[in-house]
């Protein structure tokens, strides 16, 4: 269990992040990609706390601020899907085409 | 003890505790009177006899993976809530840096596992209680984690051992009023018992339960007085001051205050009326959450003198 | 390879492969449990190093978000049961490219960065040190994050309120009354 190690796997779940939310059409299929993003830098931050930083605290806190953007994330993320489909009727992003030129 | 030890330990405590649950609920039954509409083969004999001989019957289109999954999850989950009771002052099975919050993840998994049984089962009255228990679950969780964290405020820390250790003066039920009964709601809700049982209540005709046959419905039940087990020993635990106490040994000590809570948990269970969710819901969020910030206001400052 | 490293391997393989499953699932309330199995791997992973309160804090947080998550995807996908084979993707090429490039120059990072070896001490506490952490030098960082979370609470509530920028949108209306014969008052 290096710190290569957990890195790949964590990039590995970063990749597969970005695919889910350049992929997904479902804007909350598009968070679930978000989440795995967050999720695989809340790995890398654990990694390198433990194994490279001999547990500064600093380093868990890192970690805690990643999951008060993964909080923060989602439940702006569900209230913006509400009030867009409660205005419009879509909850797909391809539909909402007025922020593009 | 060895890990396999232990875990063997955790399993047979957790067996004889379903049978007493048993024992206490056919004792409800008998002073309170039968049940209204409540559906048979609950954890009786009887039932037993009937899971062993009736089929499991399926609906169409379930997501048998989940549905099957369900009552095992939540056995698990039981049993982890039990590994993490210290039985002697310093020991417990699983005696992590962090109990209470382990405690709170087996809380909200429970929550995940009486959805997932509601919801695999592609029918209407499941699902229904599957999303009451939901909003109703998730609300009264919030309230138990911030009691809890009043609870290990003395302590200084969120090792259960510890928390047990600082009851050694005055137990948390005492100095801390409000923790133990805000603690005995949410033990009705993850146990879905009385005015918490919005999941497998009778109005919804057995909820989550409705299309549960045979084996799975015997071992959803087991796992409902197992959960009950895990949750009176971990509030013996935390507000009763677990194996603490003079003359007998530890572990005798928690066995009676956790048969304690048990009792009284089925006999609430029995007593009180179950309101509207969404007049429970409004009630949790504008009652119940205040009161909490209000015991743990009162464990900070009894801490800071 | 020791058990300790099969283990993480298992837990890694774990991790991907739900989250792989993710987005190849037919029933939403799977993809969030699936989402939900990747996350309590990764939880396991931290616990493995040592993080014990925050692998646990993880599962728990995760487990929570991860039941909202299935809620909303009932409502607002067409096919949440998965009753029907669905596939809702667009620039599916592009995705795949950027998810293999992400991960190619994040491994390269990895891989070839020369990053120092201080392991965690063996048996030291890490949940006294980050309360006091949290408390004492970063109280400011803690601090704007709780006020983050209230002002997200705040945000999201106005955002999913029925109540547009005109006030409620159906103020003025009565409901009918109980008898049916009862005159209209204008």
């Known amino acids: ?31 679930m990609g978000l989440e795995l993003i967050i999720n695989g830098v809340l790995l890398a931050t654990v990694g390198f706390w433990s194994l490279t930083a001999a547990g500064l605290p600093e380093g868990q806190l890192l970690a805690i601020v990643a999951m008060a953007v993964m909080a923060v994330e989602m439940a702006i993320g569900f209230a913006l899907v ?10 797909m992003t391809d539909r909402l085409g007025t922020m593009s030129h | 003890m060895s890990p396999l030890g232990a875990l063997g330990v955790t399993l047979g405590v957790l067996v004889a505790g379903v049978v007493l649950v048993g024992l206490l609920d056919a004792l409800a039954r008998l002073v309170l009177g039968p049940v209204p509409l409540e559906t048979p083969d609950r954890l009786t004999l009887e039932g037993l006899r009937g899971a062993v001989r009736r ?53 909200s998994l429970t929550v995940i596992a009486v959805f997932l049984h509601g919801w695999s089962s592609n029918s209407l009255l499941p699902l229904l209680g599957a999303y009451r228990f939901v909003a109703i679950g998730l609300s009264v969780m919030l309230v138990s984690m911030f009691v809890l964290i009043g609870a290990a405020l003395p302590a200084e820390s969120l090792r259960l051992t510890a928390i047990v250790e600082s009851q050694r003066g005055l137990w948390n039920a005492v100095r801390q009023p409000l923790g133990l009964p805000l603690f005995l709601l949410l033990g009705l809700a993850i146990t879905l018992r009385g005015p918490m049982d919005y999941a497998d209540s009778a109005d919804l005709a057995g909820g989550t339960s409705a299309e549960d046959s045979g084996a799975p419905r015997l071992a959803w039940q087991f796992a409902r007085a197992a959960m009950l087990v895990a949750f009176a020993t ?7 001051g677990g194996p603490l106490g003079p003359l007998l040994p530890g572990p005798v000590w ?3 205050k956790a048969g304690f809570v048990a009792a009284l948990l089925v006999a609430l269970g029995r007593l009180l009326a179950r309101p509207d969710a969404s007049r429970m819901l409004t009630f949790i969020w504008v009652v119940l959450l205040p009161l909490s910030f209000l015991d743990l206001a009162i464990a900070g400052l009894e801490t800071l003198r | 390879m020791s058990w300790a490293d099969a283990i993480f391997w298992l837990l890694a393989a774990t991790a991907l492969l739900a989250g792989w499953r993710v987005f190849r699932t037919d029933s939403m309330v799977r993809a969030s449990f699936f989402l939900l199995a990747s996350f309590i791997a990764v939880g396991a ?14 599962i728990f947080m995760m487990a929570v978000e991860m ?8 409502m607002f996908m067409m096919n949440p049961a998965g009753l029907n084979p669905m596939s809702m993707v667009h620039q599916h090429g592009l995705a795949i490219v950027a998810g293999l490039v992400t991960f190619a120059g994040l491994g390269a990072f990895a891989l070839s960065v020369d990053l120092p070896s201080r392991p965690l001490p063996a048996g030291a506490e890490v949940t006294a040190p980050l309360g006091r952490e949290l408390l004492g030098p970063s109280m400011l960082v803690f601090e704007s994050a709780g006020v983050t979370l209230l002002a997200t609470m705040i945000c999201a509530v106005v955002l999913s309120s029925r109540s547009g920028r005109f006030g409620p949108s159906d103020a003025g209306s009565v409901p009918p009354s109980i008898d049916p014969t009862a005159q209209e008052k204008s």
């Open chain 1, 82 to 91: 509400v009030a867009v489909f409660r205005r419009r009727e879509v909850d």
């Open chain 2, 254 to 256: 928690l066995l009676l």
């Open chain 1, 1 to 31: 269990m290096t710190v290569q190690a957990i890195l790949i796997v964590a990039a590995a779940l970063i990749g597969l992040g970005v695919y889910g939310t350049l992929s997904q059409q479902s804007i909350v299929m598009l968070m």
């Open chain 3, 45 to 58: 992973i931290m616990l493995m190093l040592g993080a014990a309160y925050l692998g646990f804090a993880t």
């Open chain 3, 67 to 74: 039941m909202v998550m299935a809620l909303f995807m009932v």
């Open chain 2, 55 to 107: 089929q499991s019957l399926t609906t169409e289109h379930p997501d048998l993976a989940a549905w099957r999954l369900a009552p095992a999850a939540y056995l698990g989950l039981a049993a982890a809530g039990l590994a993490l009771v210290p039985v002697a002052a310093d020991r417990a099975a699983v005696d992590v840096e962090a109990g209470i919050v382990v405690w709170g993840a087996v809380e």
């Open chain 2, 234 to 240: 971990m509030a013996a635990t935390v507000f009763l």
